[in-house]
């Protein structure tokens, strides 16, 4: 089992910048792939970016690559988003998940294993 806790969501002006973090507990994740993926109101669930178990490969969504870094400290069992030049198109509930494939690149909602409750992040214009 592994439980995975969102933090750091909240309002922020567009172009401001807001960093959010995915605590997990349970077991260590350093052999899992993470992932962040966001949902809008009325919208489905989309990727947003994934980073492999030892963060040595990442990839995006062509919506955030050069807004959006994605890390991970697998000493602190924590991965974070950071996010630059916000839009307010990036407003969404952000969703942290884990997928015990350490591929570099799977970006579906049902590849993925433990899912965070979510954090809203709101950018204003």
């Known amino acids: 089992q592994v439980q995975l806790v969102e933090s750091g969501g909240g309002l922020v002006q567009a172009g401001g910048s807001l960093s959010l973090s995915c605590a997990a507990s349970?077991?260590?994740?350093?052999?899992?792939?993470m992932a962040w993926f966001r949902q809008a109101l009325g919208k489905d669930r989309e990727f947003v970016a994934r980073i492999t178990g030892s963060g040595g490969a990442t990839a995006y969504a062509d919506s955030v690559k050069g807004r959006f870094t994605i890390s991970r400290d697998n000493a602190k069992n924590t991965m974070y988003l950071q996010m630059n030049s916000l839009k307010p198109d990036d407003t969404a509930i952000y969703y942290c998940?884990?997928?015990?494939?350490?591929?570099?690149?799977?970006?579906?909602?049902?590849?993925?294993?433990?899912w965070g409750q979510g954090t809203q992040v709101t950018v204003s214009s």
């Open positions: 349970g077991r260590t994740i350093s052999t899992y792939a």
């Open positions: 998940a884990a997928d015990w494939i350490n591929a570099a690149t799977r970006f579906h909602v049902d590849e993925y294993d433990y």
